[in-house]
């Protein structure tokens, strides 16, 4: 008997004419590590819900068909016995811890379900041992980074001691170094006490490989059901992007044999010698730009925070007209308080700042709308209008515009990006790329602003809502907007960015063309730079790879 | 971000919060109960006492500072708008519907018992706020009100993190040329109402979600038990022996009326042949606990054996 | 737990009567105010607590006693605006008395905690639990109308009578003799803060309450979990 059984399962949310899911049918076993993927909004958290009983439970709804936990019908069975045997890691930490220190987050569950306390001093122990956190032990949940709170809600789910481990995107609000920690522990926990784990991830280069079964999805059906091998060239034939990047490149390029790892690539490569072969003249890629005009500028600019933490060292930074900027590092890098201190928000305590042409403070940051526009890591904070159109026709009038052209204005805006759509839902209901765009949207109204400062623009976006913004912002480069982009996502920053910054420790460690930066390292080098760093030190996109392997499937003829 | 309380290895921070409750309200609930003004001063002395052996100056500065502001207010006050007593020491000014505004001896001098009351019980709260942490104050709640208790958690848990979004919301909606800073006060608020907005639904759909993840947690299915870490220690009892004492005494002593004072119509003796009973008792209270938690500190074998 | 519920307000009323008619054991007004508050605190929590809740009605209040908590931030720019009372006022009005009672004591208590619990927290939870409260019967008479007036009005109101309520924890505390006289110019003295409470709450009350409370409503009705299951083979 199968672990989970789904039959002719179709679901509707309540007050939606639309099914969630359309006709599934899928059997889980145990042990299994199933990986789902798929578009924003297929289906797969509704799918996990289904699992683990939060539907019908908690979310109501219409449900047609049946699922079986354990050989018994969810319907027939307490939600609570359900989340003992399904537990569930969702995306954002700060939506699912609700106690003070971690020692009672992981205690929470099983509180709930009466256990005597020295069971669950027991399995506490065990949970902080275990996952690493000891040290964490009586630390107060808010202080917490990202990461370990989402450690702390992955150990939580755990000390349940469920049979099957739910994860919907876990690492989607996290920075790749957590997110990494993340996905070893949740491997590891498969591997070593052999619980089914179903996860949907958007950050596929560090468990597709691992999973033992890749499920993909599409407007609520099952359309591909098998092992990550098969899953690959699946994707090759049908020109699906839902495969790490390494794999991507291969499938772009149009070879037959995907690897699915750097490690598996480079084997492929050295296996026909095709990386020794190769000789492509060493190009890059510089954009003419006019050096002379300064947007922004630091200069031995120090911050130290009320709290005592020193977030700036000296850091020297001068962004020219036309340039696309990246800044990268890890958390804590003082990304984020240099980009504050950039817009004016933050006030020195040493060093000065320019921002076109003015000491930025935060009376004068409002002033500067109509030429500056702010992207922020979380579109949350972003919207305050109640319908996408609203939003577009808000931030043309606080640019100072009237009410008529506005209004033209939003239409055209809506019409180019193509929100037509989305015109009069609510932003919040939206998808986390569907947000991103209406933010790009407000942000590359026309008049062009000279700057657009984003702060973690990718942050949780899948494949295609990344490269259809990284689409827009490039087109707009080219009509003379410059950008400084405060990003995690080496990709992203690879294929959009002409220089880049990485910093650490308050400090700039070191700036340049974007090909140099991120072509001469190991861990902040994108993944087809790591394929073929060696032969061609300055590829770092995509697009370049793919002509690469192109050129080297005709010269071997493959 | 919890700004008041601080982690120390001392003796009171090692206590039950149940035993620390009772360690700090005691003299919140004396100076409640004596109104005879001789017995304050020693109070407070013995409260200060506390707070220094227990190496919370720094944090109980603000409280300190708090409760001298609010007892400076009180003794201005009481002499202005208390026109009882029969020592006239100023004769004021005849305000009409109010009447003279005489400042008699005994007004002052309530004031000023007054003033040293609101001190004391605020320098006891801070003691409390400082060596107590929240979250062991939250654990005292969960044991009558579960559900409350745990909503405040989650609000504990919340409230930093709204803040700096509440920040970032500032933030964002300045770069997008909203004028918070400019004009006058009604402009300005105008100004922050879509910031409100913002930050209302944000804090909703968290709401929602919250919940989700608390049912895919198990909560609501029922019969719920309690992990407690914290136990009852000999120190505790070696702790709360001497305060309940002293409360008790002082509780009994109180009712049978052995204590009372008055201040109006004129002002009483303060001295009488219970004086000793209480001052002792006070102090040789406020003492053992002082010398218990010092000496905890710096003797190894006590702190081993309690 | 039901009786020391009712244990606990047979005591509040006996230690008021007693206290007012001098023959309490501490005819002391300063004890007696706190034992009112306190014991009077302790029975509205019981009550919430026998009534139970799930997941939905505790993460609903977690959320909204940080954000009445929270909101002070936002508008830190401007003297003497906090949207605390407005916050518990429309909760109750929208999801009921208890929640809006029990929203307004959590926000005193929580930034409480973070700015130090003192001898004014049971009052402040009191009455700011009250006006959540008054919210709450506000809506029980208009339904699921939303009338903005009798909101503001309301709103208003409390901007005074918190700081009544509080002067009068103060007077009963600390002032002597306790007299009329007394109470007024503790009030006069405290007038301009409450009057600038007031007028904050009037524009929050007058500005937000619609938005505010549709909020509320779609959140409520998310609440409502509607499960039709059919079964077709």
Redesign the interface.
């Known amino acids: 008997m199968a672990l989970v059984e789904i039959e002719n399962l179709s679901y509707w949310y ?1 007050e939606r004419d639309e099914p969630a899911l359309d006709g599934i049918n899928l059997e889980l076993e145990r042990g299994e590590f199933v990986l789902l993927t798929g578009p924003t909004g297929c289906g797969k958290t509704t799918l996990m819900r289904l699992i ?1 009983g ?1 539907i ?9 068909g049946t699922v079986k936990v354990g050989g018994v019908d969810t ?1 027939r069975k ?3 016995e359900l ?2 045997e399904a ?2 890691v ?1 995306q ?1 930490p ?8 971690v ?2 987050e992981i ?11 020295k069971v ?2 027991k399995r ?1 122990e065990e949970m902080l041992v275990g996952t690493g956190l000891s040290r964490l032990r ?1 630390h ?4 917490l980074s990202s990461g370990e709170a989402q450690k702390v809600a992955l150990a ?2 755990l000390a ?1 001691h469920p049979e099957i481990l739910v994860l919907d995107e876990p690492t989607s609000q996290l920075d790749p170094l957590s997110s990494e920690e993340l996905l070893t522990l949740v491997r590891r926990v498969h591997e070593e006490t052999g619980t089914t784990v179903v996860m949907s991830e958007h950050r596929l280069e560090r468990c597709y490989h691992y999973a033992t079964r890749i499920i993909h999805m599409k407007k609520g059906r099952i359309i591909f059901d098998g092992t990550p091998v098969e899953a690959a060239r699946w994707c090759g034939r049908n020109d699906e992007a839902f495969v790490p990047p390494v794999s991507r490149v291969f499938i772009k390029a149009g070879w037959e044999d995907i690897p699915l790892t750097v490690n598996q690539a480079r084997a492929l490569l050295h296996s026909y010698g095709y990386l020794e072969r190769l000789r492509v003249s060493e190009e890059r890629r510089e954009r003419p730009w006019n050096h002379k005009e300064e947007i922004a500028r630091a200069k031995g600019v120090y911050f130290i925070y009320p709290q005592g933490k020193e977030a700036l060292r000296g850091v020297d930074l001068t962004i020219n007209r036309d340039t696309h900027m990246a800044i990268l590092g890890e958390n804590g890098a003082g990304k984020s308080t240099l980009l ?1 201190c950039l ?1 004016g ?1 933050l006030k020195p305590g040493r060093g000065k700042v320019e921002l076109l042409g003015e000491v930025p403070s ?2 004068r ?6 030429r ?3 992207c ?1 890591q ?1 579109p ?6 109640s319908t996408v159109r609203e939003e577009l026709l ?2 043309l009038l ?3 515009e009237k009410e008529n052209e506005a209004r033209k204005k939003a239409e055209d805006q809506l019409d180019s990006m193509g929100l037509m759509d989305l015109a009069e839902r609510n932003p ?1 209901d939206l998808s986390a790329g569907e947000r991103e765009k209406v933010v790009v949207a ?1 942000a590359l109204l026309s008049p062009l602003p000279d700057l657009v ?1 984003m702060d973690e623009p990718t942050r949780g976006l899948d494949y295609h809502s990344k490269r259809e913004i990284q689409g827009k912002l490039m087109s707009c480069g080219e009509k003379g907007c410059t950008f400084l982009i405060v990003t995690h996502d080496v990709e992203f920053a690879a294929s959009l960015a002409d220089r880049a910054a990485i910093m650490g420790d308050g400090k700039i460690i070191v700036e340049g063309n974007v090909d140099v930066v991120l072509g001469d390292s190991l861990f902040f080098s994108p993944q087809v730079n790591r394929l073929l760093g060696d032969g061609f030190p300055g590829v770092i996109r995509e697009e370049d790879a793919v002509r690469i392997l192109r050129e080297a499937k005709n010269l071997c003829g493959r | 971000m919890l700004p008041v309380y601080r982690e120390k290895n001392t003796l009171v921070h090692r206590l039950h919060p149940l035993t620390a409750l009772l360690l700090s309200l005691t003299p919140a609930i004396l100076a409640l109960i004596l109104e005879n003004p001789l017995y304050l001063p020693l109070l407070c002395i013995g409260l200060l006492g506390l707070i220094g052996v227990s190496e919370v100056w720094d944090e109980c500065r603000s409280f300190l500072r708090l409760g001298l502001i609010m007892a400076m207010f009180i003794l201005l006050i009481n002499p202005l708008v208390n026109r009882q007593g029969e020592h006239i020491l100023v004769y004021g000014p005849h305000l009409p519907f109010w009447g003279n505004i005489n400042v008699t001896l005994e007004a002052l001098l309530y004031g000023l018992f007054a003033g040293l009351r609101v001190f004391v019980i605020v320098a006891a709260c801070g003691f409390l706020s400082t060596t107590v942490s929240p979250d062991d104050l939250l654990d005292l709640l969960a044991r009558f009100s579960l559900r409350s208790s745990l909503a405040m958690a989650l609000a504990v848990r919340l409230y930093p993190g709204m803040v700096v979004e509440a920040e970032r919301i500032k933030e964002v909606q300045l770069a997008r040329g909203e004028r918070l800073n400019e004009g006058k006060y009604w402009q300005r608020f105008k100004a922050h109402l879509p910031l409100w907005y913002s930050l209302f639904q944000s804090s909703l759909d968290r709401a929602a979600n919250i919940a989700e993840a608390m049912s895919a947690r198990g909560f609501g299915r029922g019969k719920r038990n309690v992990y407690k870490k914290k136990s009852f220690q000999p120190r505790d009892a070696i702790v709360a022996l001497p305060m309940t004492i002293v409360l008790a005494g002082t509780i009994a002593a109180s009712t049978a009326g052995l204590g009372s004072y008055s201040f109006f119509p004129s002002l009483a003796l303060p001295w009488n042949m219970w004086s000793p009973f209480f001052l002792g008792l006070i102090a040789w209270g406020n003492l053992t606990v002082i010398l218990l938690i010092w000496s905890w500190k710096r003797w190894h074998w006590l702190r081993s054996k309690i | 737990m039901r009786s020391l519920r009712y244990i606990l307000l047979v005591l509040a009323g006996l230690s008021f009567i007693l206290g007012a008619r001098g023959i309490s054991p501490f005819d002391n007004w300063s004890l007696n105010s706190l034992f009112l508050a306190s014991s009077l605190l302790a029975f509205l929590f019981l009550q919430f607590e026998a009534r139970g809740g799930g997941s939905r009605e505790i993460a609903a209040l977690g959320t909204l006693a940080a954000m009445g908590a929270a909101g002070r931030v936002l508008f830190a720019a401007i003297p003497g605006l906090q949207p605390a009372t407005f916050v518990a006022i429309l909760a109750g009005y929208v999801m009921g008395i208890e929640t809006g009672f029990m929203v307004g004591a959590l926000i005193a208590l929580l930034s409480n905690f973070f700015l130090g619990q003192g001898p004014w927290t049971p009052w402040q939870m009191l009455a700011w639990g009250l006006s959540g409260a008054s919210g709450g019967l506000l809506g029980k008479i208009f339904k699921e109308k939303i009338l903005i007036l009798p909101i503001v009005v309301l709103a208003f109101f409390w901007g005074y009578l918190f700081g009544w309520i509080m002067n009068f924890w103060f007077w009963l505390s600390f002032v002597r003799p306790l007299n009329f006289g007394t109470f007024i110019s503790a009030c006069v003295a405290s007038a301009w803060f409450d009057s600038l409470h007031a007028i904050g709450n009037l524009f929050f009350a007058a500005f937000l309450s619609r938005p505010v409370a549709i909020m509320l409503m779609r959140f409520r009705k998310r609440f409502q979990c509607v499960y039709l299951a059919e079964e077709e083979r």
């Not at chain 1, 205690?107 to 306390?117: K, Q, R």
């Open positions: 309540p683990n939060l019908p439970h908690f979310h109501g709804g219409r449900m047609m319907r307490r939600p609570d989340a003992r537990s569930m969702f954002d700060e939506d699912q811890l609700v106690t003070t220190t020692e009672k205690a929470f569950g099983l509180e709930n379900f009466g256990l005597p306390s669950i001093a506490v009586r107060f949940i808010p202080d939580s789910a349940l504050r817009l928000i935060p009376i940051l409002p002033r500067l709308s109509s500056l526009a702010f922020p979380n949350g904070t972003f919207f305050v209008s808000r931030t606080l640019r100072g919040r407000c400062v």
